[in-house]
Each structure stands twice: as C-alpha cells, then as structure tokens.
Nanobody
C-alpha cells in the first residue's frame, strides 16, 4: 500500500522560501508521477505542480500552475523516493495546506484524481 508523508511546512515571511518534501513508501517510486496540491478553507483543492516519472531527453516533464510559475520548482529524487517542492518568493496568498499526491498516470495527478494522497502540511506566509 502506498503511503505518502509530507514534511517541510512552516511559517515564513513574504519573500522567503520553504522546501516541502514528500516521501513515498510501499511501491516503486520511479514509476509514479508525483504532484503537489494546496487548499485553503472554503476553497477547492488546486494543483500547484506535478512531475512525470518518464524521462524525456534527460529531464522529467513538469507542470506548474500559472500562479506559481517562476517561483516554485518541483523535483524528484528516485533514490530517496522523495519529491520536493522548492517555494521561493512566497506571497501571503500561498498560505495553504499542501498535499502530496501520487499516481502512475501523470494525467490523473494533474487532474487531481490520483489514487494516493498525503495528510498535508501547513505553509503560512506572513505579510
């Protein structure tokens, strides 16, 4: 059974950085697309970023929400079975609970219909 454990949330001032990590156990990490979603109270969960498990010309395909392009970077370390979300130039509107998700199908990760989800980690950006 797949388990996802997120770490790295916390409180940071606007303009600062946080790095989220998500470790997968229970299945071969290298064949799972991974993603990050976020949710604030009263709103639907929204995608932040996703990364494929397929390598194309030495890099993994990635997807970013427009609101985080140029500020957030998703990456993966197959040896550590971990996906990372580097969040720079943070804004108060980035405050949310961030969820890690995994699925063999990249399309499902982007759509938010993945089979597996973590418990979430809170990231708070103060103004």
């Amino acid at each position: 059974q797949v388990q996802l454990v997120e770490t790295g949330g916390g409180l940071v001032q606007a303009g600062g950085s946080l790095r989220l990590s998500c470790a997968l156990s229970g299945r071969p990490f290298s064949t799972y697309a991974m993603g990050w979603f976020r949710q604030v109270p009263g709103k639907e969960r929204e995608i932040v970023a996703a990364i494929h498990w397929v390598v194309v010309s030495t890099y993994y395909s990635t997807y970013y929400a427009d609101s985080v392009k140029g500020r957030f970077t998703i990456s993966r370390d197959n040896a550590k079975k971990t996906v990372f979300l580097q969040m720079d130039s943070l804004k108060p509107e980035d405050t949310a609970v961030y969820y890690c998700t995994a699925d063999p199908a990249f399309s499902k990760v982007i759509a938010g219909t993945s089979a597996h989800w973590g418990q979430g980690t809170q990231a708070t950006v103060s103004s």
